[in-house]
T-cell receptor, first 117, second 109 residues
Framework: GAVVSQHPSRVICKSGTSVKIECRSLDFQATTMFWYRQFPKKSLMLMAT?????????EQGVEKDKFLINHASLTLSTLTVTSAHPEDSSFYIC?????????????FGPGTRLTVL | KQEVTQIPAALSVPEGENLVLNCSFT??????LQWFRQDPGKGLTSLLLIQSSQREQTSGRLNASLDKSSGRSTLYIAASQPGDSATYLC????????FGTGTSLTVIP
């Protein structure tokens, strides 16, 4: 099956710094990429949806100025957590899809564990 | 808004038992339903994808069914093994994925 990678897998940073997480589709072109966050023992919550070359669409309650999403190519999307605070500590998972929601499978990355001290 | 519920939240069984995980959703207007496995601290592994027009899918010891009209899906695991221990998530696809909170499965050797 298709592979989606994330980098880094784990990051620890100080409060107030910015952190960038990369998501790559390795063997297919992802017209749409998704970013999720997952708190301990909770399910995944969609943060934003991005289409290549367009601005991301953020879910209600997600601060777009804090979570900057760039989808500059069909194989790469980045999530930048700006001025990170301890409450931003979470597991961030990206997902990529080649076509529309009707039939195409969404492939998930391995996740990035962010810890903000 | 779509709500996805999984029951039970946790399950512990002895090795070799057959088991059923349940998923229910409130809005039947879905494109498909997908079952995932998540190991601790890891991402998601897709297990089975059922299109809205399908009733079930099988892969090895796994069988997933879908009853869209009643908003239910089940994941059947036959002859469970310790390696099956993980959290199992179901997700329904509308314009986005809606995830359940998962069932944490422990298979005891």
């Amino acid at each position: 099956g298709a592979v989606v990678s994330q980098h880094p897998s784990r990051v620890i940073c100080k409060s107030g710094t910015s952190v960038k997480i990369e998501c790559r589709s390795l063997d297919f072109q992802a017209t749409t990429m998704f970013w999720y966050r997952q708190f301990p023992k909770k399910s995944l919550m969609l943060m934003a949806t991005s289409n290549e070359g367009s601005k991301a669409t953020y879910e209600q309650g997600v601060e777009k100025d804090k979570f900057l999403i760039n989808h500059a190519s069909l194989t790469l999307s980045t999530l930048t957590v700006t001025s990170a605070h301890p409450e931003d500590s979470s597991f961030y998972i990206c997902s990529a899809r080649a076509g529309g929601p009707e039939t195409d499978t969404q492939y998930f990355g391995p996740g990035t564990r962010l810890t903000v001290l | 808004k779509q709500e996805v519920t999984q029951i039970p939240a946790a399950l512990s069984v002895p090795e070799g038992e057959n088991l059923v995980l349940n998923c229910s959703f409130t809005d039947s207007a879905i494109y498909n339903l997908q079952w995932f496995r998540q190991d601790p601290g890891k991402g998601l592994t897709s297990l089975l994808l059922i299109q809205s027009s399908q009733r079930e899918q099988t892969s090895g010891r796994l069988n997933a069914s879908l009853d869209k009209s009643s908003g239910r899906s089940t994941l059947y695991i036959a002859a469970s093994q310790p390696g099956d221990s993980a959290t199992y998530l179901c997700a329904v696809r509308g314009n986005q994925f809606y995830f359940g909170t998962g069932t944490s499965l422990t298979v005891i050797p």
